[in-house]
C-alpha cells in the first residue's frame, strides 16, 4: 500500500499540532513561585510537557501519584493551566497550511491525545479546530489510553476510515506503539517535545520528520510496510 491510498491524517496534540508547552510551562512556574520554590527554565519544562501533569509534578517538586501534597499541587496546576489554556498556544509554524492542503485534497484529519477532554475540548475550540477535526479523541475518551491501540481505533471509526488508510503523527514513542498496533502508518514528530534521551529512530515508525510541512511530502510518497522487526 502507498501513501496515496491515505485518507485520514490524525495527530497528537501537545507538541505534534500545537505547541502547547509554553502555557504548561508557566502554570507549573506559578506553582513553583506560589510554593516559593525555584522556577525553572522553558527548555527544561519544554521536554516533559508530553507526559502529563505527574511528569511536571515530578519535574518541579519531585512528587509522585500518592506522595503527601502531589494531590493538592496537581489540583493547582492544573486549575492554573484550565484557566490560560491559550494564552501562548499556537499551532507549530506551518500546520495551518498543512491542515488547509489536506482538506483541499479531500481529506480528513483528527486528533487522538491522552489529554484529558477536559482541556482537549477547550483548547480545541480556542485555536478554531473543533468544528474541522473529523474526531477528537481524548485520554477519558474511551477506557484505555495510548499505547493501547483503543483510541486510535474509535478515531479511524468516528472518521469512516479504515486504519490501514490512517497516518498517525506524534511525538512520543506511545505514539508511535499505538499507530502500529492499530494497523496504521505513523510519523515521529522530531519537531515535538523530544528529550535528549529519547531515541526516535529505535520507534519503529515508517518515517520521522522535523518540520510539518514534510507531513504533506509523505502523503505523495510511498511508503513502506514496517518490518516483522519493526512491528513486533
Not at 477528537?136 to 476510515?161: V, Y
Request: aromatic share 6%; glycine share 8%.
Amino acid at each position: 500500500m502507498t501513501s496515496s491510498h491515505i485518507r485520514t491524517v490524525l495527530f497528537d496534540l501537545d507538541g505534534t499540532l500545537a505547541d502547547t508547552a509554553p502555557d504548561l510551562a508557566d502554570a507549573l512556574n506559578q506553582v513553583l513561585e506560589e510554593r516559593c520554590r525555584r522556577t525553572l527554565s522553558f527548555d527544561t519544562i519544554r521536554p516533559i510537557v508530553s507526559h502529563g501533569s505527574h511528569a511536571l509534578i515530578y519535574l518541579g517538586f519531585e512528587l509522585a501519584p500518592g506522595d503527601e501534597g502531589f494531590a493538592e499541587i496537581q489540583q493547582r496546576l492544573l486549575e492554573i493551566y484550565r484557566n490560560n489554556i491559550a494564552n501562548k498556544t499556537r499551532l507549530f509554524p506551518g500546520m495551518a497550511e498543512v491542515l488547509d492542503e489536506i482538506e483541499r485534497r479531500g481529506l480528513s484529519w483528527g486528533v487522538v491525545t491522552n489529554k484529558p477532554s477536559a482541556f482537549t475540548d477547550p483548547l480545541m475550540e480556542a485555536l478554531q479546530l473543533h468544528q474541522r477535526a473529523v474526531c477528537t479523541i481524548s485520554g477519558d475518551t474511551t477506557a484505555n489510553r495510548k499505547p493501547h491501540p483503543e483510541p486510535m481505533l474509535l478515531a479511524a471509526a468516528q472518521a469512516g476510515t479504515d486504519p490501514v488508510h490512517c497516518l498517525y503523527i506524534g511525538d512520543a514513542e506511545r505514539d508511535i506503539i499505538a499507530g502500529r498496533a492499530a494497523g496504521m502508518f505513523t510519523l515521529a514528530a522530531l519537531f515535538g517535545y523530544v528529550g535528549d534521551h529519547d531515541t526516535p529512530g529505535q520507534w519503529g515508525a515508517h518515517g520521522m520528520i522535523e518540520q510539518p510541512h514534510e507531513i504533506l511530502h509523505w502523503l505523495g510518497k510511498e511508503i513502506p510496510p514496517l518490518s516483522k522487526q519493526a512491528a513486533s
